[in-house]
């Protein structure tokens, strides 16, 4: 089946720095989806991709649609501690057309 | 826009009982619903897609009479753990989604610990 490889697993950051995460797949997405999920909660929709080469922001979020439509990246510029959680990416289309593929998850945590 | 409710929460039930988890759009018709269970520090492992109307597709490796899925509106799907052991114990997820758009939107997640 179709499988994301999403890295780095963790990161440990010091308040006001940039993030960047990436997520790669070995074959073609038709959207591309970033996730965020704060403990015991449900994942929250940040940021979505629907062509390839396609970047979008949502504040100070910035996240692409890889050319090849088969990666994806998510930066995050001034980190601050309430950026602290879990991001996935997810992919949908290809051989799992309706459903989402999720990455493993980066865990970001801010230090003040 | 885009809510998705889940109920409840948190629950605590005994080992051979039966539990349901209700999952609700709110401001949307949720023509497909995708139910997820989720173990510390992991990814979201789906367990199975409803369609309104239609029989649960479950992915493999998923029993389909221990966790029974109802998805009778377009507002509303259920999970059912039907005879509930600890191994049961886990975080489950709920998400929805209109027509043909490729965006699901999550329910805050429901912590069930079988005692």
């Known amino acids: 089946g179709q499988q994301l490889n999403q890295s780095p697993q963790s990161m440990f950051i010091q308040e006001g720095e940039d993030v960047s995460m990436n997520c790669t797949s070995s074959?073609?997405?038709?959207?591309w989806l970033w996730y965020k999920q704060d403990p015991g909660e449900g994942p929250v929709l940040l940021i979505a991709l629907y062509k390839a080469g396609e970047l979008t922001s949502n504040g100070r979020l910035t996240a692409q649609f890889g050319i090849t439509r088969k990666d994806s990246f998510l930066n995050i510029s001034a980190s601050i501690p309430s950026d602290v959680g879990i991001y996935f990416c997810a992919g949908s289309g290809g051989t799992s057309y309706g459903k989402l593929t999720f990455g493993q998850g980066t865990i970001l945590t801010v230090h003040p | 826009g885009a809510v998705v409710s889940q109920h409840p929460s948190r629950v605590i039930c005994k080992s051979g009982t039966s539990v349901k988890i209700e999952c609700r759009s709110l401001d949307f018709q949720a023509t497909t619903m995708f139910w997820y269970r989720q173990f510390p520090k992991q990814s979201l492992m789906l367990m199975a897609t409803s369609n309104e109307g239609s029989k649960a597709t479950y992915e493999q490796g998923v029993e389909k009479d221990k966790f029974l899925i109802n998805h009778a509106s377009l507002t509303l799907s259920t999970l059912t753990v039907t005879s509930a052991h600890p191994e049961d114990s886990s975080f489950y997820i709920c998400?929805?989604?209109?027509?043909?758009?490729?965006?699901?939107?999550f329910g805050q997640g429901t912590r069930l610990t079988v005692v």
């Open positions: 074959s073609i997405f038709n959207t």
């Open positions: 998400s929805a989604k209109t027509g043909v758009r490729t965006e699901a939107f």
